[in-house]
């Protein structure tokens, strides 16, 4: 009954502690859950993640980087950066959409991950806002957008979409006409944009 | 030691409740604290408010109300739209700022009183919403903004502002570069409008 080898790798544990965290919830998780999970020693997970701490902040950074690694595809897209933004902006939405209204107990653990990791949320909001920028400089140098601060404005980009993607307006997100809301907002801004 | 006599108001009973509030916190508040702090029987109270519940809602929503009708005085002025938007969102933010940093334990309380009052911030959310239908409207007849529908355009710049005016952001409106990030919110939704 020798279990077939496998490198135990970040991303193994990682996922391991994502489907213990959604079967135990934030409070009880453990790292010898993690390990039993996977068949091998806590001191084996510990090699790769050194505290408790370490491996949740890692997990929950992987959760966000999962909805910015998606939208990465559309910033690159080579095609006119009004249609970008647009396809941008619902992305997202509809990816928090998912997170929220697919596995709401995996959702309600990664809120409660996310008030303890800080940094790793502060790293994703900026590369959230670093991707609008992109956006917001192809439309300038394509001379359909007006920005005098591409940094600016993505910023501001970023905080009138919130209550699009923000999780703490989740519960709201499928209350009728917030479509219609969603669209009356994107339609501003593009405007607010062109050159 | 006959107390002066003076007629029990509703608005006497909600000052009076606003300070019990203020003082034993939402949980511990109870009806016999404010007929003890007005010095009238539990049943006068009674009387104005037939229910713990009723008081809680009606105090929930003069503290609302205070925003709104601070807020009433910049829709009716008479210059030019655009300029009385920018008032109209900087007043909005500065009172919600005021209110969050002035007394926070009182604030606290009314977060808590706005949780249960969802009817009370609904009302006060279509308040403001239609002010600023008002003066949408005023530019669009002035000929100075763009806006096919009004009102889908008045909701989306109330839901484009929330970062600046959803008490769920409150600890973040003192941090560095929000007074920045405000302005840059503002200026692109007011391009957004423009004819």
Redesign the interface.
Known sequence: MTPTPQTLTAERILEATEEVLRRHGPAKATVVDVARALGVSHGSVYRHFRTKAALREAVTKRWLDRTSDSLSGIVAEDRDPEARLRAWFSALFAAKRRKAGDDPELFATYMVLTEENGEAVGEHIAELISQLRRIVRAGVDAGTF?AD?PS??A???F??????HDP?YAVEWEQPGTE??FD??V???????RA
């Open positions: 007006t601060d600016a404005t910023r501001a980009l905080h009138a979409s919130r209550r699009f703490r219609a809301d009356a907002v339609d501003l801004l593009l405007r607010g944009l």
